[in-house]
């Protein structure tokens, strides 16, 4: 795919698309206990992760998947991840996102507003359906906020859904908030 933009500024925070630079940095993260708790289990080492990101940037090449580091607006501090994949028939999933310490405020409010302008605007698709595990009170109390729509529900998971159309007449107040002080959640 080309005329993708290497790197996507928001509000407080932006994505770039990973390096295998960022290996040891992602592996950190995804096995760091305060982070990855609600997260696919992962193992290997670091190069190990280096490995997956040469062969993800296969799928970056072919459009069907992205994956970015978040960075801190202010001084470029690497302070997460998210993945945008499950690319097809005008719809994406994403995930793998993890705001770390380092994270400015309204980190998570700035990276989503980010991840939905991607791939709504940049890649054209028309939907996102996602999922949140159903014991991660916090992340579905965000998704909720932001206005996802929920689908339905198991065991493991809320499901969600935001169609571009609802995405662009929530933006504007979403974006507001940027606009007020910034509290200590994000």
Not at 19 to 27: M, N
Not at 123 to 152: I, P, S
Request: with cysteine; net charge negative; glycine share 6%.
């Amino acid at each position: 795919m080309t005329n993708i933009p290497t790197q996507i500024i928001g509000h407080a925070a932006t994505l770039r698309l990973v390096t295998e630079d960022d290996a040891e940095y992602i592996w950190g993260l995804r096995m760091d206990p305060r982070y990855n708790t609600h997260l696919s289990q992962v193992s290997g080492t670091a190069e190990d992760q280096r490995a997956w990101i040469t062969r993800y940037k296969a799928r970056e090449a072919a459009g069907s998947e992205y994956y970015f580091v978040i960075c801190r607006r202010d001084d470029g501090r690497r302070c997460g991840t998210v993945r945008i994949y499950d690319i097809r028939d005008g719809q994406f999933t994403w995930g793998s996102w993890i705001l770390d310490d380092a994270k400015p405020p309204k980190a998570a409010l700035d990276s989503a507003l980010l991840v939905y302008r991607f791939a709504f605007d940049v890649l054209g698709l028309e939907r996102a359906v996602y999922d949140v595990r159903a014991d991660n009170a916090h992340t579905l109390a965000f998704h909720d906020r932001f206005g996802g729509q929920r689908t339905g529900m198991d065991a493991e998971n809320v499901y969600y859904e935001i169609p571009a159309e609802l995405f662009r007449t929530l933006e504007p107040g979403l974006n507001a908030a940027f606009a007020q002080p910034a509290s200590s959640r994000s």
